[in-house]
C-alpha cells in the first residue's frame, strides 16, 4: 500500500488580519515558531515513509507554495485549482489524480493550516488510518475535546474496526453550546477535517452522492495541463463542480466513515487564541514574537513583524503589529477582527 | 511699558513616549492638533502687542525651534543654553538679557509644551499680569483646579493687589491626596509655571536667595557669543548656576509673589490622558489622531503616524503607535510610560 499525502493549501483565513491578508494566507505564515503551518505539514509527513506529496493550491499561491516547500527540503506536485471551490472538488481532484498513478494507493489529506504538538503521535494515528482506509474505509482523524468548542464537528465513535480506528456512529458538525457540553461529556470526538482514504474509493462514494462533483472532478485531470511537477487543472471542467466541503459532499452520508483516535495536540489555528494557545507562553501566560516591553501583563498574545511593542497593565489581549496595520483586541473578542478584515478586503477592491 | 516674551523651550518629556525621543522633545510635537505646543504658545502671542519672542532653548533643539517658529511667521531672538540646568537659571539669564535691552522691561516667562485653550482669556490674564510685574511682583498664573492632582503646586491667594491679581499667602509644591482634594475644596490655586516679572526684580530677588545663580546666569550673559538673533551663552558661567527650578530658587522665598486669576482651559500634555483630555473627542469619548477602526471602544486615545490601528471592545485605553514602537496602555497607568523610555534611553546608550 502506498501513501500519496494531499495537503490542502488554497485557504485565506481571514480571522489571523493583520498577519494575514488577501495576498498573504495563514498557511504561509510562521504563526507558532520559524516554519509556516504549510512547512509544519510537510515536514510532518518525513516520519511516514510516503509518497511524493501533492499539492492542491490555487494560481496565486503556487509560487509561494513551491518556494516554502523547497525551503524545507520538499519537491512536491503542484496541483493548482483554477477558483477555489471548497475542500470537496479539491479532494476529488487530488483522488482522480492519484488513481490513475496508483489505483490502489491511499491519500492522506491533510490541511495545511493546522498546528499538531508531537510529530510521532500524529504518524503514529496517520499509519492506523491509512490501514483501515487501505481496507476501504475513509477515515477521519478525532481528537479529544479540551473545551466545548461550538466551530467544530463532533463525532460519536461506535464499533472498533481496527487498531485505534472505530465505526463512525454519529456526526453532527457545529453543535451550539449546550449539545456541545453534552458532547464533551459523552467522549465525541472533534472532526479534525483531516482524512485518510483510498483515491477509488473517495472518488466512488462521491459518484454516489455527487455525482457532479466527482464526474468535473475526474474531468479536470483528465484535461490538465502541465508537466510533472504542476498539473493546472481544466477550467471549464472545474468550474462544474458544486462548492461544498469533503464533509457535506461525502462523510455526511458514506456508510464507510470511520475515525481514528487520535491524541496529539491540535489545533486549526482558527484565530489569535489558537496562536497564543500554541506558542510558548512566559511565566506571566504571555506568547511573544518580536521584541516587546510588558510591565504587568499577563495572558496576552504580543507579536510584531519590527516594531517594538511596548505594553503596561492589560490582561488576554492580542496585540499585533504586521506591515501596515496593529491590532489591540482582547483574545475572547478575536473573531472579530474578521468583520474588520473583509471591510478593508471591501475597501481595496 | 514693553512685554518681552520668553519662551522656555529646553525640555525633554520621557512621558509622552514613544512619540516624544531623546532627539524629539514634546514641545515640537503636534500633540492637539497640526500646530506643536512651541508654535502654539508663540501664536497666542499675537494678542498681545508684545516685544519680539525670546526662546531658551538647548544646541541640540535650536535648528527645530527656529524651524518652527519660521513655520508660524515668527522670528524669535534665540538663546542657546549650553546645559539644560532646569528654569531658575534659564529665567535669570533671559531677565539679564532683557534687562540690558531694556531696563525696565517685563517679561512674560511661559513654558513651551502647555497647551491653552482659549488665547483671548490668556492674552487679558497675561496683561492684568503685566500691570502687575511692572508694579514690582513676580506674578505667576494660578489656575482652578478641576481635579485633586497631586502632581502641581498649590496657591492659596490673599489680599487684592489690583484687578485679578492677589498677594501669594502661601504656595505647597506637590500635595498628598488627602491634602490636595482640601486644597481644591477650599479654593487654592494650581500653579501652571507660566510667570510675568520685570527683569530687574527677578534678578534682585534672585540675588537675595539663590546669588550664585543670578550671578552666573547674568555673566553668561556678558560673556555669550552669536549676534542678534542667536545668544550662545557662555559655557563656563552658566556650568556655575546651581540646577534648580524657578519655583524653589525664587518663588518659594520671595515676598513679591503674586497670582493671576487665569480662567483659561490649561493643561501641561504632561501625559498621553492630558493629551486625550485636549482632544476633541468621538461619540464614544475616543480621542483619535490618524486612520482608525473602532469597534466597541470608549473613552481611549489612539494614535497613529502611519499604520493603520485597529482596536475592539477596549476601554480608557491609549494606543500609540509612532515610529518604530508601539504603545498599549490604560490612560490611568500612563504615567509608567516614564520608566520604560528611560530603560530604552539607557540602552541606547
Given at each position: 500500500m502506498a501513501l500519496h499525502?494531499?495537503?490542502?493549501?488554497?485557504?485565506?483565513?481571514?480571522?489571523?488580519?493583520?498577519?494575514?491578508?488577501?495576498g498573504r494566507p495563514k498557511q504561509f505564515?510562521?504563526?507558532?515558531?520559524?516554519?509556516?503551518?504549510?512547512?509544519?505539514?510537510?515536514?510532518?509527513?518525513?516520519?511516514?515513509?510516503?509518497?511524493?506529496?501533492?499539492?492542491?493550491?490555487?494560481?496565486?499561491?503556487?509560487?509561494?507554495?513551491?518556494?516554502?516547500?523547497?525551503?524545507?527540503?520538499?519537491?512536491p506536485v503542484l496541483l493548482i485549482e483554477p477558483e477555489p471551490r471548497?475542500?470537496?472538488?479539491?479532494?476529488?481532484?487530488?483522488?482522480?489524480?492519484?488513481?490513475?498513478?496508483?489505483?490502489?494507493?491511499?491519500?492522506?489529506?491533510?490541511?495545511?493550516?493546522?498546528?499538531i504538538g508531537e510529530p510521532e503521535k500524529f504518524c503514529k494515528a496517520a499509519r492506523l488510518a491509512a490501514q483501515a482506509a487501505s481496507a476501504g474505509r475513509i477515515v477521519t482523524f478525532g481528537l479529544k475535546p479540551d473545551r466545548p468548542a461550538t466551530g467544530y464537528g463532533y463525532i460519536l465513535p461506535g464499533e472498533r474496526l481496527s487498531e485505534g480506528v472505530f465505526a463512525v456512529q454519529t456526526f453532527v458538525e457545529k453543535p451550539d453550546?449546550?449539545?456541545?457540553?453534552?458532547?464533551?461529556?459523552?467522549?465525541?470526538?472533534?472532526?479534525?477535517?483531516?482524512f485518510a482514504f483510498r483515491a477509488d474509493v473517495l472518488l466512488a462514494e462521491m459518484a454516489?452522492?455527487?455525482?457532479?462533483?466527482?464526474?468535473?472532478?475526474?474531468?479536470?485531470?483528465?484535461?490538465?495541463?502541465?508537466?510533472?511537477?504542476?498539473?493546472?487543472?481544466?477550467?471549464?471542467?472545474?468550474a462544474r463542480a458544486p462548492a461544498k466541503s469533503i464533509d457535506y459532499a461525502v462523510m455526511e452520508h458514506t456508510k464507510c466513515a470511520a475515525v481514528v483516535m487520535a491524541d496529539f495536540t491540535w489545533s486549526d489555528l482558527g484565530a489569535w487564541p489558537a496562536i497564543r494557545d500554541a506558542g510558548e507562553p512566559d511565566a506571566n501566560g504571555n506568547v511573544v514574537t518580536g521584541?516587546?516591553?510588558?510591565?504587568?501583563?499577563?495572558?496576552?498574545?504580543?507579536?510584531?513583524?519590527?516594531?517594538?511593542?511596548?505594553?503596561?497593565?492589560?490582561?488576554?489581549?492580542?496585540?499585533?503589529?504586521?506591515?501596515?496595520?496593529?491590532?489591540?483586541c482582547p483574545l475572547d473578542r478575536a473573531e472579530e477582527v474578521k468583520a474588520i478584515a473583509e471591510q478593508l478586503k471591501a475597501r481595496e477592491r
Open positions: 499525502p494531499v495537503v490542502l493549501c488554497g485557504g485565506f483565513g481571514t480571522r489571523l488580519w493583520p498577519a494575514s491578508r488577501p505564515l510562521p504563526l507558532t515558531g520559524p516554519n509556516s503551518s504549510f512547512q509544519e505539514t510537510l515536514l510532518r509527513l518525513a516520519g511516514l515513509g510516503a509518497e511524493r506529496p501533492i499539492v492542491v493550491t490555487g494560481p496565486a499561491m503556487a509560487d509561494e507554495a513551491r518556494a516554502q516547500a523547497k525551503a524545507v527540503g520538499v519537491e471548497n475542500s470537496g472538488p479539491a479532494a476529488a481532484a487530488a483522488a482522480a489524480y492519484v488513481k490513475a498513478l496508483d489505483p490502489e494507493g491511499v491519500i492522506l489529506l491533510l490541511a495545511a493550516d493546522h498546528h453550546p449546550e449539545t456541545a457540553k453534552r458532547y464533551v461529556a459523552e467522549g465525541r470526538l472533534w472532526n479534525s477535517g483531516n454516489a452522492f455527487e455525482p457532479a462533483m466527482a464526474e468535473a472532478a475526474e474531468a479536470a485531470v483528465r484535461a490538465a495541463s502541465g508537466d510533472g511537477g504542476v498539473l493546472r487543472l481544466d477550467p471549464q471542467a472545474f521584541e516587546a516591553r510588558l510591565v504587568d501583563v499577563k495572558n496576552s498574545l504580543i507579536r510584531t513583524d519590527g516594531p517594538l511593542v511596548a505594553a503596561i497593565g492589560v490582561e488576554g489581549l492580542a496585540i499585533i503589529v504586521d506591515g501596515d496595520a496593529v491590532l489591540v
